[in-house]
């Protein structure tokens, strides 16, 4: 975990110019690399692992300045602000600036502007941002002047999306009230406020038109999945609307088929539609049971598929000249991710920018179309950031900022493997031999990711989070296990069936097959001791190992549970209860309950008897902390071992670099003492 973890690649609007986050063992700073050298450097000195996270960089539109938000949360916006490293005050989520030179690399020192996230640049250098769910904006001030933040917007809900107009003089937003939401138009030359096209349904995506005269937007009917609803693979369909920016009226241009697809999936990205150049709108789309892209003409006719194959389309970008559409995806290579080119237009196949053994995510073209930044990890690298040139060839940017003592040449290549769960389905998983292992049997670790909605690969992940997974994964291959990383069904990257499982989590807890299977797997192989076969994972990855330990304590002999779920009626019942006293929407909501309850680790805590280390940060806004606390009660009125890491004021995803080496050393350690 020593080697930086590069994240945010965000071309200037101009030129041959971008920027990136570096994290360095929790020492996150800005860099930025100019063409054609492309040699990157930090423009921030932030060099202590103080927990503060660093996202939403924002260019100027000549390119003259960034800004970048430091502190807070980027996953829970609007909560209280994280203080894992116990500041006697509460850091505050603050906008800074830095002016960067356009003809070389220098910059000024950094500068705090003012409180709050998510800003947005206009072409007429006005900014908008975020604070407490309302929108405010702000000039920059000039020399030795000050220049105060305005609240312009301040509505029900909370205000998203703020996307400016092309020539700056309007600013679309999303408005989310709970049930519904709206997509509004804010005109700071008259202080005026409208609504597109309001309905009782969800608004979102709002997307300019090249003249600034429309928005396209996604519209979601209205709905109220109660608890454990569970499988979602078809719906009310979801459709595409145009609005006139003046009167507000919209047109629907498109509407999903009944069926697959029907129920809305989005990329990663922020962006889902792509104002094309000859008159067409791309966006995502899984009739054919698969994330992929399509391309409509304005018209409305039918829309033609970008992306054929069986693989998804995660993330999507549009060409500077409007001309190309880049994308990540798993295409051809399901366990891994890389870059792809296509035409909006159709009639030609995607091309492949990048491939082999490589993970390549987060595709940037710069403003001039000279080269692409992106992302790029390995199974002994983690994500770096990279430029491709029109020669084809690629370069990192940060040159020489892997530290000596990273064990890239010891570390094991993983094996993809195929694992039949115990009703049939086969999963995906990937598999860490230790290395010289030589003959004999091994103890043996299970891993289960978290979301449910991640996949893992043949390689360091590109987020965070399971980039220091896939790490104690190798550490743990180094240290004698055979460790197998499980892509179990309510994952992505398999198609839609695959995500949209039958019976999946609080519907029934289904994903219990591929745990037995997993488990049964490696009991069976002949270099694992069967009686020595550990499980770790976190959030839902921790819900499955309470799973395994709690049902099959006689296959898993020992369990390390990060922040998990453990009992499904109790995480969603106050989000879940109906409204009114309607007689059947109550015994609905009683039945599942019931039938949360017995998909969850606390319905079958009578039969766990394995060991188990619970890991914990009390601050967590993801897992509620209560989750662990009523597992440890039932656990020791049942006398069955336990250890606890608990990790005062650190939240679902640790902020703190050193409280990842702590829980992950005190894994290591506890499989050690349990399993060898």
Request: with cysteine; net charge negative.
């Amino acid at each position: 975990m020593s080697a930086p973890f590069a994240s945010s690649p965000v071309p200037a609007p101009n030129g041959a110019k971008a920027a990136w986050v570096e994290n360095v063992e929790g020492k996150r700073n800005v860099w930025i690399a100019q063409g054609p050298e492309w040699t990157g450097h930090p423009v921030t000195s932030f060099n202590t692992d103080d927990g503060e996270d660093i996202d939403d960089l924002a260019w100027a539109p000549n390119g003259s300045y960034l800004l970048f938000v430091r502190g807070g949360d980027f996953e829970h916006v609007g909560t209280a602000n994280p203080n894992p490293n116990w500041n006697p005050t509460r850091p505050q989520q603050q906008i800074w600036y830095v002016a960067t030179d356009s003809h070389g690399p220098k910059t000024s020192d950094p500068k705090m502007l003012t409180e709050g996230h998510a800003p947005s640049v206009s072409s007429k250098g006005t900014i908008a941002f975020l604070r407490g769910g309302q929108i405010f904006i702000l000039k920059l001030p000039a020399d030795n002047q000050k220049s105060e933040a305005k609240n312009v917007i301040a509505q029900l809900g909370q205000q998203n999306s703020l996307q400016w107009s092309p020539d700056g003089s309007e600013l679309a937003f999303v408005s989310a009230r709970g049930t519904h939401s709206f997509i509004g138009v804010y005109t700071p030359s008259n202080d005026q406020l409208r609504y597109m096209d309001a309905s009782v349904d969800r608004d979102s995506y709002p997307a300019w038109s090249p003249d600034g005269a429309h928005l396209a937007y996604v519209r979601v009917p209205t709905s109220r999945r109660g608890l454990g609803s569970g499988t979602e693979r078809q719906g009310e369909p979801w459709s595409i609307r145009i609005a006139d920016v003046k009167t507000g009226v919209a047109r629907q241009i498109f509407k999903a088929a009944e069926g697959p697809g029907s129920v809305f999936h989005a990329l990663t990205t922020e962006t889902q539609l792509f104002w094309t150049a000859g008159g067409r709108l791309v966006f995502p789309w899984e009739r054919s049971g698969w994330s992929h892209l399509y391309s409509l003409p304005l018209n409305g006719e039918t829309p033609v598929e970008l992306t054929p194959g069986e693989g998804e389309v995660e993330q999507a970008v549009l060409c500077p000249d409007a001309g190309t559409i880049y994308f990540s995806s798993n295409l051809t290579d399901i366990d891994r991710r890389h870059l792809w080119s296509v035409s909006p237009a159709g009639g030609s196949s995607p091309k492949a920018v990048t491939s082999g053994e490589e993970i390549e995510m987060s595709p940037s073209p710069v403003a001039d179309n000279s080269a692409v930044i992106f992302l790029s990890s390995s199974f002994n690298q983690r994500s770096s950031a990279m430029v491709r040139l029109p020669d084809g060839k690629t370069k990192p940017l940060a040159e020489g900022i892997v530290p000596s003592e990273f064990p890239a040449a010891s570390l094991v290549k993983p094996q993809a493997v195929m694992i039949t769960a115990a009703d049939g389905t086969q999963i995906h998983g990937q598999l860490f031999l230790p290395p010289h292992g030589g003959g004999g049997r091994h103890p043996a670790i299970v891993f289960f990711h978290g979301g449910s909605r991640r996949e893992m690969l043949l390689g360091f992940h590109y987020r965070p989070y399971y980039s220091n997974a896939y790490a104690l994964n190798e550490y743990l291959a180094s240290q004698g296990y055979v460790v197998l990383s499980v892509n179990y069904r309510s994952g992505i990257g398999y198609g839609l069936n695959f995500r949209e499982a039958i019976h999946y989590g609080a519907a029934g807890g289904s994903e219990m097959n591929d745990v037995i299977g997993a488990g049964l797997y490696l009991k069976n192989r002949p270099d694992v001791e069967p009686n020595h076969i550990g499980v770790w994972g976190g959030s839902y990855g921790g819900y499955l190992t309470a799973m395994a330990l709690s049902r099959a304590s006689d296959l898993f002999s020992a369990g390390v549970d990060f922040h998990g779920v453990h009992d499904w009626s109790n995480l969603r019942e106050s989000a879940a209860q109906p409204a009114g006293g309607d007689p059947k929407q109550q015994r609905e909501y009683q039945e599942a309950l019931r039938v949360a309850f017995e998909s969850s680790p606390m319905a079958s805590v009578d039969t766990w008897k394995s060991p188990v280390l619970l890991i914990h940060g009390d601050d967590d806004r993801n897992v509620s902390f209560s989750q662990s606390v009523v597992l440890v009660e039932a656990l020791r009125q049942r006398h069955v071992e336990f250890e606890q890491l608990i990790l005062p004021n650190e939240i679902h995803e640790f902020l703190l670099h050193r409280s990842w080496v702590t829980a992950y050393q005190a894994a290591a350690d506890f499989f050690a003492r349990k399993l060898r």
